[in-house]
């Protein structure tokens, strides 16, 4: 299984972005996640979307952020709306077989993760 994040880039506080990752191997059986490291933090849970495509976020990005999946081209999105300067992070994708919801802010029971993509929200 790979993963390959990409549409990082710079937003004004209140702007949009959307990254996206792309996915090989079994797309649908898999739970897909994003997390994000702000310079000098510990990885966090950002959103993830479970196999029957029920979304889960952070607090910090409920309502701001929607996660999305495209089974048919093995793909999955990260809309960011509203950005604030706090959402500034390296943004990875993560996916796994993973069922049980209550592990998905566990970073380390991703088995799977892309490379990560900036972004940064100026002020």
């Known amino acids: 299984v790979q993963l390959q994040a990409s549409g990082g880039g710079l937003a004004h506080t209140g702007g949009s972005l959307r990254i996206s990752c792309a996915f090989s191997g079994t797309f649908r059986n898999y739970a897909l996640g994003w997390f994000r490291r702000p310079v000098g933090k510990e990885r966090e849970f950002v959103a993830a979307?479970?196999?029957?495509?029920?979304?889960y976020y952070a607090d910090s990005v409920k309502g701001r952020f929607t996660v999305s999946r495209d089974n048919a081209k093995n793909t999955f999105f990260l809309q960011m709306n509203n950005l604030e300067p706090e959402d500034t992070a390296t943004y990875y994708c993560?996916?796994?077989?993973?069922?049980?919801?209550?592990?998905?802010?566990?970073?380390?029971?991703?088995?799977?993760w892309g490379q990560g993509t900036q972004v940064t929200v100026s002020s």
């Open positions: 993560a996916g796994d077989p993973l069922s049980d919801t209550k592990y998905y802010a566990s970073a380390n029971l991703w088995r799977y």
């Open positions: 979307i479970h196999r029957n495509a029920a979304t």
